[in-house]
Structure formats: C-alpha cells, structure tokens
C-alpha cells in the first residue's frame, strides 16, 4: 500500500522545490489554518487546494475535488499538509474500480440501504445515490473526508448524504442490504477487523459486500480472498497506473462466506 506521505516525497525529490514551496505556504493560509478549523475553514481550504476533476479516472460521470498535479501541496513537503494524510483526496483504483461498477450495473444499488465504509472522497456513495439507493451512509473515520464528501455531493447534484464518522468496525452491525469497501485491505490489522465484522452484518442481517481493490498484498494474501467470486475487472488508465507503482487493473469482488 503506498502512502501519501511517499507520494509527496518523492515529488518533492523530483522537483526540489523545497524553498519556493516553503515560501508560498509561509505567506498564505496554512499558519491560519494551523489555528482555525471550523467546518468552513476546512471546505474553503479544499475548495482552494483540489482540483475539480473528472478524467483520468474510471467513472467520468463523477465530478470529485482531488489533490493534482496541479495543487501546490502535491508538491509540497508532507509535513506542511495541516490535517491527517489526505486520503479523500485521491481517488483509490479499489473505489474506482467499485464506482464503474455501480454505475454500470445500476440494479446493484437501487432501492438499497448501503454503506460505504471508508469512504474517502465519497465516490462509491455517490454512485450509490446516482443509480437510486433508498439510503446511502458514507462512514470514514477521518472528519476532513466528511466536508469533502458533502463538496463532492454538491458538485454532482445531489443532496448531502449521510456522513458517519464513527469507526463502526467491531459496532453492533445496522441492518445494510449492501456494504462497500473501496480499497480498504492496505494493513493486516484493519483487514483482519474488517474481515470479523463483515461476517457479523452477514450473520446478523444477511448483508451483502462488494470489495473494490487493485491488488494489494494485505488484500491478496488474506483470508477472505478464498471466499470472493469476481463481479468485474477493470483496466486502470495510464496515470492511474503511473501514481500507483504499476498496478494495472483493480477488481470487484463479492464477498460469498460460508458461515
Ligand atoms: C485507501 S482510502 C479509500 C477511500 C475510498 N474508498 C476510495 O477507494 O477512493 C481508505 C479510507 O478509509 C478510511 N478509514 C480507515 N480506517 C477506517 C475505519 N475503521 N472506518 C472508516 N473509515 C476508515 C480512511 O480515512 C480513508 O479515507
């Protein structure tokens, strides 16, 4: 799994632009942020530091605020970023590859009660809506993905969604029809908790799961691979490819345990 912090690094290696990236944020609003964050501040600060973008990516009928090329904090060093590493500002090949195929097979989503766990730039949530879930919570731990959600939600259109920002891996399981996880095998330890947890909501209330991911290494060597049946397969594009260390395609898979 690759981190941000890797991504900005390596650009700023690449760029050695460590002075003129320093000078820029020292004279505008990261000191300010440091010491003001209301939920504005926060949707002003991404509104000013994402791109509206909708190409280069699976699902072109999303518009989503991510970080680019194009921001200056790509380029700048991780520890200027003022919040957690910014996750809701990547659009992950696992979401991508989940969000293409809600869009595309729209009686997946309709009139369902879904959750998309680890929701980052809420894309999958979207599409969830787009294609006429009845509900559609989104659940990140992170507060920051919460106001990027609800950006994004405008941006497309639609009413806020709901936005849960509790960890519910391990909570007592609500009764989901669907379940979605975009890219959310990248450590042992939260696989492993999310494996557990999925078989109590499909014991409890006969949930179903789709799995978006790349293949990851904590994904294809975990335990629950043996109990996926493939929905669909996707290419990634080129610059997907090239901000993700080679991966080529991301797949969806169902979740089909026998408990
Ligand atoms: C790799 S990103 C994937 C985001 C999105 N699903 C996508 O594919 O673009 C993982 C996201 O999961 C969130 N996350 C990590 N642990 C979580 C937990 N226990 N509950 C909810 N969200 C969590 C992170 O904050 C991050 O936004």
Same mark, same amino acid.
């Given at each position: 799994?690759?981190?941000?912090?890797?991504?900005?690094?390596?650009?700023?290696?690449?760029?050695?632009?460590?002075?003129?990236?320093?000078?820029?944020?020292?004279?505008?609003?990261?000191?300010?942020?440091?010491?003001? +964050? #209301?939920?504005?501040?926060?949707?002003?600060?991404?509104?000013?530091?994402?791109?509206?973008?909708?190409?280069?990516?699976?699902?072109?009928?999303?518009?989503?605020?991510?970080?680019?090329?194009?921001?200056?904090?790509?380029?700048?060093?991780?520890?200027?970023?003022? *919040?957690?590493?910014?996750?809701? /500002?990547?659009?992950?090949?696992?979401?991508?590859?989940?969000?293409?195929?809600?869009?595309?097979?729209?009686?997946?989503?309709?009139?369902?009660?879904?959750?998309?766990?680890?929701?980052?730039?809420?894309?999958?949530?979207?599409?969830?809506?787009?294609?006429?879930?009845?509900?559609?919570?989104?659940?990140?731990?992170?507060?920051?993905?919460?106001?990027?959600?609800?950006?994004?939600? &405008?941006?497309?259109?639609?009413?806020? =969604?709901?936005?849960?920002?509790?960890?519910?891996?391990?909570?007592?399981?609500?009764?989901?029809?669907?379940?979605?996880?975009?890219?959310? *095998?990248?450590?042992? /330890?939260?696989?492993?908790?999310?494996? #557990?947890?999925?078989?109590?909501?499909?014991?409890?209330?006969?949930?179903?799961? =789709?799995?978006?991911?790349?293949?990851?290494?904590?994904? &294809?060597?975990?335990?629950?691979?043996?109990? =996926?049946?493939?929905?669909?397969?996707?290419?990634?594009?080129? /610059?997907?490819? &090239?901000?993700?260390?080679?991966?080529?395609? #991301? +797949?969806?898979?169902?979740?089909?345990? &026998?408990?």
């Amino acid at each position: 799994m690759f981190k941000l912090i890797r991504i900005f690094g390596n650009l700023y290696r690449k760029d050695n632009s460590y002075m003129t990236v320093v000078k820029a944020l020292c004279t505008t609003k990261i000191v300010y942020l440091q010491d003001c +964050t #209301s939920n504005n501040d926060i949707k002003n600060f991404i509104i000013e530091n994402t791109e509206i973008v909708n190409d280069h990516n699976l699902t072109p009928e999303i518009r989503l605020r991510l970080l680019t090329p194009n921001c200056r904090f790509w380029h700048a060093r991780p520890e200027l970023w003022p *919040f957690s590493d910014p996750f809701w /500002a990547i659009y992950w090949p696992g979401g991508q590859a989940l969000t293409r195929y809600l869009l595309s097979n729209p009686g997946v989503s309709q009139g369902k009660t879904m959750l998309d766990l680890g929701s980052g730039c809420g894309a999958s949530a979207i599409a969830a809506k787009f294609c006429g879930a009845a509900h559609v919570v989104a659940n990140d731990i992170d507060p920051v993905a919460a106001i990027a959600t609800q950006l994004n939600c &405008e941006l497309n259109g639609l009413d806020p =969604l709901f936005c849960e920002k509790e960890n519910l891996i391990g909570s007592e399981p609500d009764g989901y029809d669907l379940i979605l996880l975009g890219d959310m *095998f990248y450590e042992e /330890a939260l696989a492993d908790s999310i494996h #557990s947890w999925l078989n109590r909501c499909i014991q409890t209330h006969g949930t179903q799961v =789709l799995i978006g991911d790349p293949g990851r290494a904590h994904f &294809e060597g975990h335990g629950i691979r043996r109990f =996926l049946r493939q929905e669909a397969q996707f290419e990634l594009p080129e /610059a997907v490819r &090239e901000q993700n260390y080679g991966l080529t395609c #991301s +797949t969806v898979w169902r979740y089909l345990p &026998e408990l």
